[in-house]
């Protein structure tokens, strides 16, 4: 089965928790395909906060100027990812960081200019991706993309999740994050989801901010050919064990509902 695993920055923000991750990665790394992507957004703003640079956010996503734009690059590209590599190889794993600008993995285009250099992905070539994991590395992606001009762009990474699991084929994308999964109204966990309910969801209110965006990465993976995507919680015991075992741990999302035979 081939993987695609999303990080969102507020688990790698910790060590143990980007350890523990790391080691769970490494473990299945090296039976099943497995492609990792990563944010880096609580460590971007601390360190622009460092800086005196405010952070502004337009629907969820951050408004890039030249001076944070170079800051995406240092610290999501740079640090996170390098640590995030290091985790990796520590626990096992031939761990190679890159990002969408390699070999031009990911091809994107502004957005909104009220958004500076955020990037919308209008194209992914996986040959890098199937190269490294035929010669049994595992790519360690961060989201930042370039167009074809070499502009730079902050790439929203769930958003570079789909078009990297969409582009090698994965039948199972993980998004890892900081909640057990998606909720509803009252705050109970939701363990299946089809596109429906998830549109549903959304219409009505009961997924807002950040899991309204995970949805419609979700809607967008699942209508371009993702078997499944997963959502659950980075920090849950052996979480990636139990999500590749099939467990119910956190929400399933599919096309469809699957009738029982």
């Known amino acids: 089965m081939k993987l695609l695993v999303k990080l969102g920055g507020t688990l790698l923000d910790a060590d143990a928790t980007r350890e523990s991750l790391a080691r769970q990665i490494a473990a299945i790394a090296r039976s099943e395909p497995l492609v990792v992507v990563h944010g880096g957004g609580r460590q971007l703003t601390r360190y622009l906060a460092e800086r005196g640079v405010e952070s502004r956010f337009v629907d969820g996503l951050r408004v890039t100027t030249p001076e944070v734009l170079d800051a995406v690059i240092k610290v999501v590209a ?75 762009y902050n790439v929203n990474a769930d958003q570079l999740a789909v078009a990297c699991a969409v582009a090698f084929g994965a039948d199972q994308l993980t998004f890892l994050t900081d909640v057990e999964g998606v909720l509803d109204a009252q705050e109970r966990l939701l363990p299946h989801l089809t596109l429906a309910d998830s549109e549903a969801l959304i219409a009505a209110g009961a997924a807002t901010g950040g899991m309204q965006a995970k949805l419609r990465a979700a809607q967008a993976a699942l209508r371009q050919g993702v078997s499944q995507v997963r959502i659950a919680a980075g920090a849950a015991d052996r979480i990636l064990e139990r999500l590749v075992a099939g467990d119910d741990v956190g929400t399933r999302l599919l096309a469809e509902e699957v009738c029982a035979p």
Do not use: K, T, W, Y
Request: net charge neutral; with cysteine.
């Open 78 to 152: 740079g640090s996170v990812n390098r640590q995030l590599v290091a985790a990796l190889n520590r626990a096992g794993a031939r761990a190679v960081g890159i990002s969408g600008i390699d070999a031009g993995l990911v091809v994107a285009e502004p957005m909104d200019p009220a958004l500076g250099s955020v990037g919308r992905v209008v194209h992914a070539d996986p040959a890098l991706l199937d190269a490294l994991l035929a010669a049994g590395f595992l790519p360690v992606v961060a989201c930042v993309a370039a167009d074809r001009q070499g502009r730079f």
